[in-house]
């Protein structure tokens, strides 16, 4: 079932996300909820430090990988 | 205990044009000599094995074994070789927590590519699980092997 973000959003408002295609490649930390991103940038430790900066003690890690996904490895890469 | 697939946007393959891309992830922890970290992980059945970026078990001094057996295969043939580790990992949600014992992979994935994978061995196993497409949700239920960690 393909959908637009929107429609997305709309139909499942509850969802983890959209993780941000603009941080693709690098590390995100997230609140606790996983609604609000507390750092990001492409040096695992450097982000979770930030985060605890901004407020986030126990941050949630991940690599953003926004490609479209295929086994571990992104489709297109370079 | 229920998990909500994460919303990513991608381009698609075929035309292009922005979509909505669900995954089924869940936010996975992990515990080593320097304390425990929160991970996104994706739950993935075609993967063998659980595993982390490397950076996550040097950051909480983990010590790993390099694996003696060959390297792992991903999907278009690229090999990553291996750490190991008896870590514990813990799920969480508002109704319940789970904390096991298990065997983790470590390993230096790709520029572009997921880093925490939690796949059969040391997770899957250990569990009924049921990808709902139609609500984007992975429910999961323990069975009577999870060799959960005492109190």
Redesign the interface.
Known sequence: M????E???RR?P????????EY??QWIA?NRT?TQILAHGYE??AV?AAAAKAGGD??????V???????????G?G | MKFPYTLYVTAACDTGEPIATFRPELTLRIYGPGGHWDSVALVDTGSDNTIFSSEIASELGIETTAGQGPSSRAFGGQYIPVSYAEVQLELCTEESLLRWNARVYFADFGSNSIRAVAGHDGFLEYFTATFNGEICELELEPNEHLPLVAD
């Open positions: 393909r959908m637009t973000v429609e997305a959003k499942f509850n969802h983890p996300g959209p993780v941000p295609s693709d490649g997230w996983r695992l430790k979770r126990e941050p949630i890690m991940q690599f990988c926004s490609r479209p996904f295929i086994g571990p490895h992104a489709a890469q």
